[in-house]
């Protein structure tokens, strides 16, 4: 399977493929139709079902497994599946739906290796013991629980790729900053989306649940380091207010949830490499779905900007499959 981010206009697809969402429309003709999102572990595309029946609309849900058949369109430089035929997986194909979820560079246990490597260099008795109770509580969902429902690292593993990610800049920065508390950096790091383990629904077909929808991921970990430090006698210290505070205030503004600013170094970093992150990884997801000289689609999250993808990008990918295949010559 070639992997539905990487097939470009004119190929033609023919391969199984997970319904990430579905919408049902109208058009000006008068007749239904799907908006279906298709995906793998490589990315998702939009695809439209024409004509579509009541029968349609009840196989075709969040979550079925399809084999789909149709060729790859572009439309204001994104691809598009155009379908000819689509199917659901019948009972005697063997295909694992975590075959076609969108997972983390990284595996689960890489990134729980990676997690203990940076919770040792945790010195401060009351943070260790705070944010390692946490890591422990909520083990097994925070390696596999994607970080957002849709706007960024929004795959398996993908909350706590995006704490790895975030504690590998978090190293650098204290290197050129040695002033800046590390202790409290990492534990805010590793704690400020855990909320959305309670915020979020699960792994596939990521929804809100009523909690989230309700409080929010803020909300629930302010709640949930509060009850933490009484369990373990620490509900006085400083350190707990002030990881409650970098929560509170990583989005930095009120429309952005968080109703209070940074009010301290460790917090502002926090709130300045979460932003960070979560931008590269909307922006290099948007670019990978357009055409080499040609602009993204608008991007909501990115202040509705359309992002370009300089012309170099296919000059680049046609040099390294070039050195590819001439390494493979050479072992041959």
Same mark, same amino acid.
């Given at each position: 399977?070639?992997?539905?981010?990487?097939?470009?206009?004119?190929?033609?697809?023919?391969?199984?493929?997970?319904?990430?969402?579905?919408?049902?429309?109208?058009?000006?003709?008068?007749?239904?139709?799907?908006?279906?999102?298709?995906?793998?572990?490589?990315?998702?595309?939009?695809?439209?079902?024409?004509?579509?029946?009541?029968?349609?609309?009840?196989?075709?849900?969040?979550?079925?497994?399809?084999?789909?058949?149709?060729?790859?369109?572009?439309?204001?430089?994104?691809?598009?599946?155009?379908?000819?035929?689509?199917?659901?997986?019948?009972?005697?194909?063997?295909?694992?739906?975590?075959?076609?979820?969108?997972?983390?560079?990284?595996?689960?246990?890489?990134?729980?290796?990676?997690?203990?490597?940076?919770?040792?260099?945790?010195?401060?008795?009351?943070?260790?013991?705070?944010?390692?109770?946490?890591?422990?509580?909520?083990?097994?969902?925070?390696?596999?629980?994607?970080?957002?429902?849709?706007?960024?690292?929004?795959?398996?593993?993908?909350?706590?790729?995006?704490?790895?990610?975030?504690?590998?800049?978090?190293?650098?920065?204290?290197?050129?900053?040695?002033?800046? &508390?590390?202790? $409290?950096?990492?534990?805010?790091?590793? !704690?400020?989306?855990?909320?959305?383990?309670?915020? %979020? *629904?699960?792994? +596939?077909?990521?929804?809100?649940?009523?909690?989230?929808?309700?409080?929010?991921?803020?909300?629930?970990?302010?709640?949930?380091?509060?009850?933490?430090?009484?369990?373990?006698?620490?509900?006085?210290?400083?350190?707990?207010?002030?990881?409650?505070?970098?929560?509170?205030?990583?989005?930095?503004?009120?429309?952005?949830?968080?109703?209070?600013?940074?009010?301290?170094?460790?917090?502002?970093?926090?709130?300045?490499?979460?932003?960070?992150?979560?931008?590269?990884?909307?922006?290099?997801?948007?670019?990978?779905?357009?055409?080499?000289?040609?602009?993204?689609?608008?991007?909501?999250?990115?202040? &509705?900007?359309? $992002?370009?993808?300089?012309?170099?990008? !296919?000059?680049?990918?046609?040099?390294?499959?070039? %050195? *590819?295949?001439? +390494?493979?010559?050479?072992?041959?």
């Amino acid at each position: 399977m070639k992997g539905i981010a990487y097939y470009k206009e004119g190929e033609h697809v023919h391969d199984f493929l997970l319904i990430k969402s579905v919408t049902r429309g109208t058009a000006s003709n008068g007749k239904p139709f799907l908006t279906i999102i298709l995906q793998d572990k490589t990315g998702d595309i939009e695809s439209k079902l024409w004509g579509s029946t009541s029968e349609d609309e009840k196989n075709f849900v969040i979550g079925a497994i399809v084999l789909a058949e149709g060729d790859i369109t572009t439309f204001r430089g994104r691809n598009q599946f155009k379908i000819k035929n689509i199917r659901l997986k019948e009972d005697q194909e063997v295909i694992n739906k975590a075959d076609l979820v969108m997972a983390a560079p990284l595996s689960a246990n890489a990134l729980d290796e990676k997690v203990t490597q940076y919770l040792f260099e945790i010195k401060n008795p009351v943070i260790q013991r705070l944010t390692r109770a946490l890591l422990k509580k909520h083990h097994q969902a925070f390696f596999e629980y994607p970080a957002a429902v849709s706007i960024h690292h929004n795959f398996l593993s993908g909350l706590a790729y995006h704490v790895c990610c975030m504690l590998d800049m978090a190293k650098e920065v204290v290197r050129h900053y040695p002033e800046v &508390n590390s202790d $409290l950096l990492y534990a805010g790091i590793l !704690l400020h989306d855990m909320g959305k383990l309670k915020e %979020l *629904s699960g792994v +596939t077909a990521t929804s809100y649940t009523l909690a989230g929808n309700l409080l929010g991921h803020i909300s629930i970990m302010i709640d949930e380091i509060g009850e933490s430090a009484r369990e373990l006698g620490i509900a006085d210290r400083e350190e707990v207010l002030l990881l409650q505070h970098m929560i509170l205030s990583h989005h930095e503004n009120p429309e952005w949830g968080s109703p209070k600013p940074p009010l301290f170094k460790e917090a502002e970093i926090l709130h300045i490499l979460d932003d960070m992150d979560a931008k590269i990884n909307i922006m290099t997801r948007a670019i990978r779905k357009t055409r080499p000289g040609e602009f993204s689609e608008r991007i909501f999250a990115m202040d &509705n900007r359309s $992002l370009y993808r300089p012309t170099f990008d !296919l000059q680049e990918e046609q040099e390294i499959q070039d %050195l *590819s295949q001439g +390494t493979e010559k050479k072992q041959n």
